[in-house]
């Protein structure tokens, strides 16, 4: 079976070449000031230019103001919408674009009850809980409390690297993985050759399925 791959958090254009290059599906952009992997309209309206045919560009977003996605939506051509914050289904399903909703995992059901909730998205990403941050946290969480039912595609996130994909891929079987810190030199700069290596071990792993 297949794993798709979304790169999350570019913010220079060479890192979107590499990405790409190296066989990703999706290029995630962050809409989110506190975040060190943030980018203005402008700055994602150019690295917007560099992403090809049938690679999906995503806009994450937390907690926006609704203003605020309708007018990135005018100026940047996003395919996808990442909704990473406490958003309503309502909230999510009003852009007229499609969407997934991050779920921080903490506790058994939460994923289950995601599902129900949050049925009209294009796919659940799980990602781990922390206090403090929304994510991109570099952190793993429990992948035992993902369900073995899953009535949309799911996205596992969460401090995937080259040196847990594999097994990431081989225990949960998700829809896709989404990385951000895991193949990054510093915050919203990614490094080539740990880029490449994640991508050769999903291809990898794929392969001998
Ligand atoms: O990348 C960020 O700074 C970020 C900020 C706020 C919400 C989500 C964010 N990133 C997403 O977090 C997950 C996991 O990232 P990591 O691989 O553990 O670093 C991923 O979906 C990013 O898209």
Same mark, same amino acid.
């Given at each position: 079976?297949?794993?798709?791959?979304?790169?999350?958090?570019?913010?220079?254009?060479? @890192?979107?070449?590499? &990405?790409?290059?190296?066989?990703? #599906? %999706?290029?995630?952009?962050?809409? +989110?000031?506190?975040?060190?992997? =943030?980018?203005?309209?402008?700055?994602?309206?150019?690295?917007?230019?560099?992403?090809?045919?049938?690679?999906?560009?995503?806009?994450?977003?937390?907690?926006?103001?609704?203003?605020?996605?309708?007018?990135?939506?005018?100026?940047?051509?996003?395919?996808?919408?990442?909704?990473?914050?406490?958003?309503?289904?309502?909230?999510?399903?009003?852009?007229?674009?499609?969407?997934?909703?991050?779920?921080?995992?903490?506790?058994?059901?939460?994923?289950?009850?995601?599902?129900? @909730?949050?049925?009209? &998205?294009?796919?659940?990403?799980? #990602? %781990?809980?922390?206090?403090?941050? +929304?994510?991109?946290?570099?952190? =793993?969480?429990?992948?035992?409390?993902?369900?073995?039912?899953?009535?949309?595609?799911?996205?596992?996130?969460?401090?995937?690297?080259?040196?847990?994909?594999?097994?990431?891929?081989?225990?949960?079987?998700?829809?896709?993985?989404?990385?951000?810190?895991?193949?990054?030199?510093?915050?919203?700069?990614?490094?080539?050759?740990?880029?490449?290596?994640?991508?050769?071990?999903?291809?990898?792993?794929?392969?001998?399925?």
């Amino acid at each position: 079976m297949t794993t798709r791959v979304k790169v999350c958090g570019l913010t220079r254009p060479e @890192d979107i070449d590499v &990405a790409v290059r190296c066989g990703a #599906d %999706a290029i995630g952009l962050v809409f +989110y000031e506190p975040s060190p992997r =943030s980018v203005t309209v402008e700055h994602a309206r150019a690295l917007a230019n560099r992403i090809p045919a049938f690679v999906t560009l995503t806009g994450l977003f937390v907690n926006p103001d609704v203003r605020f996605v309708e007018s990135v939506l005018d100026q940047v051509p996003l395919d996808l919408l990442q909704f990473h914050g406490d958003e309503s289904p309502d909230v999510c399903d009003s852009f007229g674009r499609r969407w997934i909703k991050a779920v921080r995992v903490r506790e058994e059901g939460q994923i289950e009850n995601a599902f129900d @909730d949050y049925r009209k &998205a294009s796919g659940l990403l799980v #990602d %781990a809980w922390d206090p403090n941050r +929304y994510g991109g946290t570099g952190q =793993s969480f429990n992948w035992a409390l993902i369900p073995e039912h899953r009535p949309l595609p799911l996205i596992l996130a969460g401090g995937l690297s080259s040196a847990n994909v594999a097994r990431a891929i081989e225990e949960v079987r998700p829809w896709a993985v989404d990385v951000s810190g895991g193949v990054e030199q510093s915050k919203g700069k990614k490094d080539a050759t740990k880029l490449s290596d994640f991508m050769k071990e999903v291809h990898r792993v794929c392969k001998t399925d």
